[in-house]
């Protein structure tokens, strides 16, 4: 069983950063897409970036470019999402997920999840 664990959620003010980790348990995790989704209250779960298994391909969304930077160390099984300019807007549950695949951005084609940790920007 997949296990994907989420670190480095918090309280930040706006403008500030955080960065976020996430560990995975996959065996082979260089061949897995690995990406970052993000609920917000009362709203539907959202795709944010994600990242190829070389690395060599991303996808960011609109609200994040410029913004966030995703990554991966393969060595470490371990994918990070880095936060800078942070705003009001970015507060949710930011949640990990995996893929064995291509790059997709709809959360009902991924694999699995982590528990999801909390990120929140006040104004």
């Known amino acids: 069983q997949v296990q994907l664990v989420e670190s480095g959620g918090g309280l930040v003010q706006t403008g500030g950063y955080l960065r976020l980790s996430c560990a995975a348990s996959?065996?082979?995790?260089?061949?897995?897409?690995m990406g970052w989704f993000r609920q917000a209250p009362g709203k539907e779960r959202e795709a944010v970036t994600a990242?190829?298994?070389?690395?060599?391909?991303?996808y960011y969304a609109d609200s994040v470019k410029g913004r966030f930077t995703i990554s991966r160390d393969n060595a470490k099984n371990t994918v990070y999402l880095q936060m800078n300019g942070l705003t009001p807007e970015d507060t949710a549950v930011y949640y990990c997920?995996?893929?064995?695949?291509?790059?997709?951005?709809?959360?009902?084609?991924?694999?699995?999840w982590g528990q999801g940790t909390q990120v929140t920007v006040s104004s």
């Open positions: 990242i190829s298994g070389s690395g060599s391909t991303t």
């Open positions: 996959l065996r082979t995790f260089r061949n897995y897409v």
């Open positions: 997920a995996s893929r064995f695949g291509g790059i997709i951005t709809d959360m009902r084609r991924w694999d699995s």
